[in-house]
């Protein structure tokens, strides 16, 4: 009988793929229940899944911005700042901005989330970046 010869993975590979599975265990289950054009409502519906009694559950804080289309027109882009556990700026206003999520909502729906497309928003229209620690 022949032994079948497995190569190991070296601790440079092992290590990275051991941070991407544990990642992918924390995931958040509402925000992979997100999509660019739902409404903000179904948005809020998502995110406070399971929560009662207030529709802002589990938004941390919410800005809005006036951000310039490509017709020289203004609209409003509203950022909820989102927490899985329904963390809110009046009870801890030090938490800090890696423990939320931002979703951008415009003209009433749902264009982007996370932190990498909102900084690439905040670039693109001169709003200060958000620390996080």
């Known amino acids: 009988m022949q032994t079948l010869k497995i190569p190991r993975i070296g601790v440079r590979l092992a290590l990275p793929l051991a941070a991407v599975l544990a990642g992918g265990a924390c995931s958040d289950t509402r925000l992979e229940k997100l999509s660019k054009g ?5 948005a809020l ?8 009694g207030d529709s802002l559950a589990r938004v941390y804080r919410q800005e809005s911005y006036l951000l310039p289309n490509l017709k020289g027109n203004v609209h409003v882009a509203n950022v909820l700042f989102y927490n899985k556990g329904g963390v809110k700026e009046s009870t801890d206003p030090k938490l ?16 982007g989330w996370g932190w990498t497309y909102f900084d690439s928003l905040a670039k693109a229209n001169n709003i200060p970046l958000k620390q996080r620690n």
């Open 96 to 111: 800090p901005s890696a423990k939320t999520t931002p979703i951008v909502i415009s003209d009433g729906a749902v264009i």
């Open 38 to 42: 739902i409404s903000r409502d179904s």
């Open 45 to 52: 519906a998502i995110i406070n899944e399971g929560a009662t």
